[in-house]
């Protein structure tokens, strides 16, 4: 699944390279650093995610070819960087699982926020955002449209008109979350919107009215693991025995997206999965279970699946682990993801919709992404088919270099 993967000539929808570069060390992927990401002496490329790139002079751009930056963003999109980090965690994570149905609710957060304090100190990407991506996907898309004479034409990241997109996900934990769904469901369409709901198949009781109502509804019925019982990764048995349950729960609920229970992946793994999508990777996140993220605020090919990464900061996160509103992270992540026509894609548990200001928030996130008229508000499946089928659709896209500063005009 690694073997020539090349996520930035997919992203822009060029044609690959035959040489594939091969990442060494975790010390050859240059960090941006205050804001800048330095591959040399030359002119600066403004990226979209606000990070200046100091590109090599014309005559040392060989150095930095458009393989590096092919084996660099796989590295970040594989979290090839978090490989040791996981292995090491897991073993710890498995034990947590097994006692956690024995621990009182309040002494989990307590193991979480210690679990989440020890992350973020060694955490390779920034939170809520990092712009490393961006930065070495425009930074690709520059020195190819230098190549070629500083025009081109490349894959539209969204349907004529819009600037980004936006998907409203759900997790329903437990029987509390499922109690919630419909008031939630009429606060979105209150809005103008339509959400996905991801039921977990075999932990709680489900409510087979419920689901039936909201898909009649115009919403979309997700599966969110069989037991979330945190084993499904464990081992290849495990495995290949769940796949065959979520094939089972995928017809009977007509389901085509899945999200991982607790965000668990594995990268080699995931192309399995019997979905359109999925949706389990966050772009940046070191408080999940497994931290780390993909890098990309936008969708990308895992074999046949559409991966919808998880842009926005989790409610869990904000309202339980750090015990902050939600609002103020969320508003600067939104600005953050329409600046680089990313994919916002955020995720509210029914079950964490215990208090008026949990509401607030939300419902003051849903006024805010209403006003946005570029944005694509749908849900996850239509974003998933549109990314699977807009290879042939394009826009003209053009370098503007001067001597000292480049920027990519689109449209
Ligand atoms: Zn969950």
Redesign the pocket.
């Known amino acids: 699944m690694m073997e020539g993967l090349q996520p930035l000539a997919a992203l822009w929808g060029l044609p690959g390279r035959a040489g594939q570069a091969s990442l060494k060390e975790e010390n050859d992927l240059p960090r941006p650093f205050n804001g800048r990401l330095r591959l040399g002496a030359g002119p600066v490329l403004e990226s979209s995610g606000g990070v200046a790139v100091d590109l090599p002079r014309a005559t040392e751009r060989g150095a930095i070819s458009l393989e590096t930056l092919e084996a660099w963003s796989t590295y970040l999109m594989t979290e090839a960087y978090a490989t040791r980090t996981v292995r090491s965690t897991s073993r710890v994570l498995r034990a947590y699982y097994r006692v956690r149905p024995f621990l009182p609710r309040q002494l989990q957060i307590v193991l979480r926020r210690m679990h989440a304090r020890a992350r973020t100190g060694r955490s390779y990407l920034t939170w809520p955002i990092d712009g490393t991506f961006v930065a070495l996907a425009e930074t690709f898309l520059a020195l190819f449209l230098e190549s070629i004479g500083g025009e081109g034409q490349v894959a539209r990241r969204w349907p004529p008109g819009f600037r980004g997109a936006l998907v409203l996900t759900h997790?329903v934990?437990g029987v509390e979350g499922q109690r919630r769904c419909s008031d939630l469901a009429d606060l979105e369409a209150k809005n103008g919107f339509k959400s996905s709901f991801n039921f977990?198949a075999e932990r709680y009781p489900l409510d087979r009215d419920l689901m039936l109502e909201l898909q009649a509804r115009g919403f979309e019925i997700g599966v969110?693991?069989i037991k979330?019982d945190g084993r499904k990764f464990s081992t290849r048995a495990i495995y290949e025995e769940r796949l065959k349950a979520l094939t089972l729960y995928r017809d009977a609920w007509k389901s085509v997206g899945f999200r991982s229970?607790?965000t668990h992946r594995r990268w080699e793994w995931m192309h399995e999965l019997p979905f359109e999508y999925d949706s389990s990777f966050p772009d940046t996140d070191p408080y999940e279970p497994i931290p780390g993220g993909c890098g990309t605020p936008w969708p990308f090919m895992l074999g046949d699946l559409v991966e919808l990464p998880i842009t926005m900061p989790q409610d869990h996160t904000l309202w339980e682990i750090l015990g902050t509103g939600a609002l103020t992270t969320w508003r600067a992540k939104l600005k953050w993801l329409l600046g680089c026509q990313g994919l916002i894609n955020i995720i509210v548990?029914p079950d964490y919709l215990t208090t008026k200001s949990r509401w607030a928030d939300y419902e003051a996130f849903l006024r805010d992404v209403r006003e946005e008229t570029t944005l694509w508000a749908t849900l996850p499946r239509d974003v998933a088919r549109w990314w699977r089928m807009r290879s042939g659709d394009r826009e003209a896209v053009r370098l503007d270099a001067s001597e000292t500063v480049w920027k990519l005009i689109f449209g």
């Open positions: 997790d934990e977990v969110h693991g979330h229970p607790a548990h």
